[in-house]
């Protein structure tokens, strides 16, 4: 079986490279992302292996329809990037990675609350030149705070968790309650209106498109924390700046963001930036980006090569496909 795999970087081969030898899985690697002028590449491939902002449309589908491609694996558990009803009816079967380190992505996010709260990166930039004044470094104990999770799957359960060890009061929204969950569940526009902190861990679809936007900002407290670690369609980014200008918020951890595909996993520090929005962003002393690495840590990366491997395997042996995405 051979795999056309799209927006290749060096630590993918670091763990794909050896495991689909096991596999017995060829890789044809493409640094290139998957757009209309590479997916020709395509080409004599079974299937092709995707990530995040590898975008597939209609137009896109039929062209490997065309290849006599028969599986799109994603290298993800988001799979908002491609047209799955499309895919179906060109009779391509989608494939994700629906669970690989839920703490890695929570970690993460409790990572960035940590530091927009207490200015560690700002610290670490100042103290290098030995500025050792903290004017403008004060943050907020979080012990006693109350914290609004937005999606309480496998990685919002993660953050939950985290949260705990805080001793922060939880409250969640998500509109499948786990009654197993020791939290308490309440309308979004509850959660809005009373929590400190706000966390983002549910996927990117019709109905939580801009979840967070100029309505669902005007409900939440005054210095409030926003996290965003799930994907950048959550918020709506012009009604965001606004909140940040009207200095609504304390603090915005982005790991995401609306318009990241060309940007985000590429060096582009020798060019000028052409998305005035995302300049924009990076103006405001309380806001930190960074570049979709939630996910980024060793044993994830190991999971998503082995499951995808495993996708691609049960596509080979034609067995049932358990991580199948339908539309």
């Known amino acids: 079986m051979k795999i056309a795999f799209y927006s290749t970087k060096p630590y993918d081969r670091i763990y794909f490279e050896p495991m689909s030898k096991e596999y017995e899985i060829e890789l044809h690697f493409i640094e290139a992302p998957c757009n209309e002028e590479t997916i020709g590449l395509a080409g004599g491939c079974d299937a092709i292996c995707i990530f995040v902002n590898d975008y597939l449309d209609k137009k896109r589908i039929a062209a490997l329809k065309d290849m006599n491609i028969k599986a799109i694996l994603l290298r993800s558990a988001g799979f908002n990037h491609v047209d799955i009803k499309a895919?179906?009816?060109?009779?391509?079967?989608?494939?994700?990675?629906?669970?690989?380190?839920?703490?890695?992505?929570?970690?993460?996010?409790?990572?960035?609350?940590?530091?927009?709260?207490?200015?560690?990166?700002?610290?670490?930039?100042?103290?290098?030149?030995?500025?050792?004044?903290?004017?403008?470094?004060m943050g907020t104990d979080l012990y006693g705070k109350t914290a609004g999770v937005i999606g309480t799957g496998k990685i919002g359960q993660a953050m939950i968790r985290i949260l705990q060890g805080f001793q922060m009061k939880i409250i969640a929204y998500d509109p499948y309650p786990n009654p197993n969950l020791d939290v308490e569940y309440?309308?979004?526009?509850?959660?809005?209106?009373?929590?400190?902190?706000?966390?983002?861990?549910?996927?990117?679809?019709?109905?939580t498109k801009h979840l967070v936007q100029?309505?669902?900002?005007?409900?939440?407290?005054?210095?409030?924390?926003?996290?965003?670690?799930?994907?950048?369609?959550?918020?709506?980014?012009?009604?965001?700046?606004?909140?940040?200008?009207?200095?609504?918020?304390?603090?915005?951890?982005?790991?995401?963001?609306?318009?990241?595909?060309?940007?985000?996993?590429?060096?582009?520090?020798?060019?000028?930036?052409?998305?005035?929005?995302?300049?924009?962003?990076?103006?405001?002393?309380?806001?930190?980006?960074?570049?979709?690495?939630?996910?980024?840590?060793?044993?994830?990366?190991?999971?998503?090569?082995?499951?995808?491997?495993?996708?691609?395997?049960?596509?080979?042996?034609?067995?049932?496909?358990?991580?199948?995405?339908?539309?």
């Open 186 to 207: 309440v309308s979004l526009e509850e959660l809005f209106s009373k929590a400190d902190v706000i966390t983002l861990h549910c996927p990117l679809t019709k109905e």
């Open 87 to 137: 895919a179906a009816g060109a009779g391509i079967q989608v494939l994700r990675v629906p669970s690989y380190s839920p703490e890695a992505v929570a970690e993460f996010a409790m990572a960035m609350l940590l530091t927009v709260n207490r200015f560690t990166h700002r610290a670490y930039t100042r103290t290098r030149d030995f500025n050792m004044s903290i004017q403008g470094f």
């Open 214 to 327: 100029a309505k669902t900002i005007k409900l939440m407290k005054q210095d409030v924390y926003l996290i965003n670690t799930s994907r950048g369609d959550l918020i709506r980014t012009e009604d965001l700046i606004e909140g940040l200008l009207e200095k609504k918020f304390a603090g915005v951890g982005l790991d995401v963001y609306e318009e990241e595909e060309g940007v985000f996993y590429e060096d582009c520090s020798n060019e000028i930036m052409a998305d005035e929005v995302l300049a924009r962003l990076t103006t405001f002393p309380n806001v930190l980006i960074t570049s979709h690495m939630g996910f980024f840590t060793k044993e994830a990366m190991q999971e998503i090569a082995r499951v995808t491997l495993e996708n691609a395997k049960d596509i080979k042996l034609g067995r049932e496909c358990k991580n199948l995405v339908s539309p």
